[in-house]
């Protein structure tokens, strides 16, 4: 087995605020995260992955979040959310549950696909390179709903990869790279957990445990994991987080106490990280 992999979840700006608080607390308590053999990142998790990655500290991740900075406008109408959830409801088959949203992404009036390029650049802001430790990011092909993993060798660049995972499926167009259609690649799992079997220790932070419809939560697959070997520990909000985080995970007014609350959280909980991190 190798050794340590750092799985950094999808949960929009909001969930992505959220993420920064903890990877800056629990940095601040002497754990290197920075040094995993790789990170798996889905959506906001492949954005903040891929800038820690590229030697943003993670404190400069999460004080971004308190002033405001990296401001994401993504409105949700009450029409898209109907129909996300007619389409990734309307099936209890996982794969059948996945085509149907791609089915509908792929119908969905949406804006142009250059914007999520444009968003998804500015949010990576000078990171421009796939950095030297392995990262990997997650993406689902619309046309067939499975996912696929880019990294430094799948010949797209780091923008390309890290803007089809965040292309949320009815919301933000789909994205063309490589001459396939791409969505969000938390549509199925929102973390994708599984993609870190064969490490002996991993730390899964992950912001929304549970992807809309019949997929394997965060959970289920961190019990896997651990039923294989692995010491997993995974990271999800606590009740006092998900009462700031609220239901909207696009509501940018949300970003500077969703961080807050992820900084407290990593506070309580770095000693038992460290315990599986660094042991």
């Known amino acids: 087995m190798s050794d340590t992999a750092l799985v950094l979840g999808g949960g929009g700006p909001v969930g992505g605020a959220w993420l920064t608080g903890m990877l800056a607390g629990l940095t601040e308590a002497g754990i290197d995260l920075g040094s995993a053999d790789v990170v798996i990142g889905t959506s906001a998790g492949a954005v903040f992955g891929s800038r820690l990655l590229s030697g943003i500290p993670a404190a400069d991740l999460y004080e971004r979040q308190l002033s405001g900075a990296d401001a994401v406008r993504l409105p949700v109408t009450a029409r898209q959310t109907a129909r996300f959830l007619w389409a990734a409801l309307g099936?209890?088959?996982p794969?059948?549950?996945?085509?149907?949203l791609a089915r509908a992404a792929l119908h969905a009036p949406t804006g142009p696909e250059p914007d999520v390029f444009d968003t998804v650049g500015t949010l990576l802001g000078d990171v421009h390179h796939w950095p030297e430790?392995?990262?990997?990011?997650?993406?689902?092909?619309?046309?067939?709903?499975q996912l696929e993993v880019f990294d430094a060798h799948s010949g797209v660049t780091l923008l390309e990869a890290v803007a089809a995972s965040c292309a949320v499926p009815v919301v933000w167009p789909l994205v063309t790279v490589a001459g396939?259609?791409?969505?969000?690649?938390?549509?199925?799992?929102?973390?994708?957990?599984?993609?870190?079997?064969?490490y002996r220790r991993v730390l899964a932070v992950v912001?929304?445990?549970?992807?809309?419809?019949?997929?394997?939560?965060?959970s289920q697959q961190a019990t896997e994991l651990s039923d294989g070997g692995t010491r997993v520990t995974l990271l999800s909000p606590d009740r006092a987080a998900r009462r700031v985080m609220g239901r909207n995970m696009t509501d940018d007014t949300r970003r500077p106490a969703a961080g807050r609350a992820g900084h407290a959280q990593a506070d309580a909980l770095a000693p038992s990280v460290a315990d599986v991190w660094q042991g």
Do not use: C, F, K, Y
Request: proline share 8%.
């Open 180 to 198: 396939r259609r791409w969505m969000d690649g938390g549509s199925r799992s929102t973390a994708n957990l599984q993609l870190a079997r064969g």
């Open 95 to 100: 794969q059948r549950s996945v085509e149907r």
């Open 207 to 218: 912001p929304i445990p549970q992807a809309v419809g019949p997929h394997p939560s965060a």
């Open 91 to 93: 099936s209890r088959d």
């Open 133 to 145: 430790r392995e990262l990997r990011i997650t993406a689902i092909d619309a046309q067939t709903g």
